[in-house]
């Protein structure tokens, strides 16, 4: 999928839906224009900017001490299906996209 600035679309996004699409893996979503240092919108770029932030160093901790694995691993999802929500409906910002929710 590339998105571009040339107009509005016609049909609306499901952000939950473009998510779920992108933490399995099965998405890239371009988003390039001059000044973007990440012009993708991905897994990988996901976590990046998720493994920056304290909530996950908190999360990294925890499961470190003894807590339990699957509450760890699901606390970090949680973090990065909200970060690429942020990305996702930034992008419909940005590119002039209607949001179904």
Do not use: H
């Amino acid at each position: 999928m590339r998105a571009d600035n040339s107009g509005l679309v016609k049909n609306a996004l499901s952000v939950s839906k473009v998510v779920n699409e992108i933490i399995s893996d099965d998405l890239v979503i371009d988003i390039s224009t001059g000044g973007n240092q990440l012009p993708y919108i991905c897994l990988s770029n996901a976590i990046t900017d998720v493994m920056a932030e304290a909530k996950a160093k908190d999360i990294l901790f925890s499961w470190v001490k003894g807590a339990e694995c699957c509450d760890c691993r699901d606390d970090f999802m949680r973090l990065i299906r909200d970060e690429l929500t942020k990305q996702v409906k930034q992008m419909c910002v940005d590119f002039n996209i209607r949001i179904m929710e």
